[in-house]
């Protein structure tokens, strides 16, 4: 499983496609995380991907770790962020043993990953410590986007997979109702959900119209909003 964790290492490259997409959107969610989460609370992050919420959280938090299965994924981390604090730990998330409870579980696009999202939510929920939460992001299947290429006729099903999904090796996409399903299944109860990047166009076309960033961030704001039409989403919820 490790060398198919690894085949979709450059996917986490700059010059991949869709990393237009990708610097906004992992810029903008963990400032979301850290705002409303005291420094010293004890954070568990589930894969490293870009290394830029990894990063960012382990400047913040006091006690911060991130399991990843890749070896490769981590070693490209640590040569980008050579004096990181995170505490790094090569394990599927399915074999990974935590030592201790976490006041916050972090599920940043991991669970369209995944062969089994309800097992990995099963697994983390006893880890953590009371009064803790989760927050889980992931790619929302009927955004704005999506919507509109549906409609147009180039897109015949809100659920398929694109070009992008595949390279990153996703397995699925959600949509609000799903996701709610899934969290509650689990043993969670849902208490916050927000939408990130509401994203009216594809990518090319975000590219061509040179937006500036203050219009960027203005997309992200609006976007916390209206979870059900945003391109990904933000659930916190804690454990029943």
């Not at 992992?26 to 005291?38: F, G, N, S």
């Not at 809100?158 to 990153?168: E, F, P």
């Not at 959600?174 to 849902?190: A, K, S, Y």
């Not at 203050?214 to 990904?232: F, I, K, T």
Request: proline letters at 5%.
């Amino acid at each position: 499983m490790t060398n198919a964790l690894d085949d979709y290492l450059a996917a986490y490259h700059d010059d991949f496609p869709y990393a237009y997409d990708n610097a906004i959107i992992l810029d903008w969610y963990p400032r979301q995380i850290i705002a409303r989460t005291p420094p010293d609370a004890r954070v568990l992050e589930l894969g490293v991907g870009h290394g830029l919420t990894c990063q960012r959280f382990a400047e913040f938090f006091q006690s911060y770790e991130v399991v990843d299965g890749s070896q490769a994924v981590i070693d490209q981390f640590r040569q980008k962020y050579p004096d990181t604090r995170a505490v790094t730990h090569q394990a599927y998330f399915e074999d990974f043993e935590p030592t201790g409870h976490y006041d916050l579980i972090i599920m940043g696009f991991v669970l369209e990953h995944v062969s089994d999202p309800a097992a990995i939510l099963h697994r983390y929920r006893p880890y953590l410590a009371q009064g803790g939460q989760i927050v889980v992001a992931v790619p929302n299947a009927a955004s704005l986007h999506r919507r509109f290429g549906q409609a147009a006729g180039l897109l015949p099903d809100l659920m398929a997979l694109g070009a992008g999904d595949r390279m990153l090796g996703h397995l699925r996409l959600f949509t609000v109702e799903t996701l709610q399903d899934l969290l509650e299944q689990t043993g969670h109860t849902v208490t916050a959900k927000e939408g990130i990047f509401l994203k009216p166009f594809t990518t090319d076309q975000l590219r061509r119209l040179d937006l500036s960033p203050d219009v960027l961030r203005a997309m992200c704001s609006v976007g916390r909003d209206y979870p059900e039409l945003s391109a990904a989403l933000l659930f916190t919820a804690c454990a029943r």
